[in-house]
Nanobody, 121 residues
């Protein structure tokens, strides 16, 4: 199986910055892309940003110009640099990877346990 572990969440004031990290480990056969999603209380989980190994990135309109996704394919690691944070960015942020393992060779989504980001003064 594939395990994802996030780190870097916390409490930050409006206008501040945070950097999230996520590392995939386990019996990884291949990972096609990785990304970040978030879920605020009472709302559905939504896409924040994704990166396809090879360079293509995709962002939610609400974070364009403020968040930057990057990663290291060789290390199965993805980062999310979050700048100019707003109160509406408060949510649990989940790391996602789409790929396959040696035991489950059909590509599927894998999820981390989530990390809390709170933007408040």
């Amino acid at each position: 199986q594939v395990q994802l572990v996030e780190s870097g969440g916390g409490l930050v004031q409006p206008g501040g910055s945070l950097r999230l990290s996520c590392v995939a480990s386990g019996s990884i056969l291949s990972i096609n892309d990785m990304g970040w999603y978030r879920q605020a209380p009472g709302k559905q989980r939504e896409l924040v940003a994704t990166i396809i190994w090879g360079g293509n990135t995709n962002y939610a309109d609400s974070v364009k110009g403020r968040f930057t996704i990057s990663g290291d394919n060789a290390k199965n690691t993805v980062y999310l640099q979050m700048d100019s944070l707003k109160s509406e960015d408060t949510a649990v942020y989940y790391c996602n990877a789409y790929g396959s393992s040696w035991s489950v060779r059909i590509p599927r989504d894998y999820w981390g346990q989530g990390t809390q980001v709170t933007v408040s003064s």
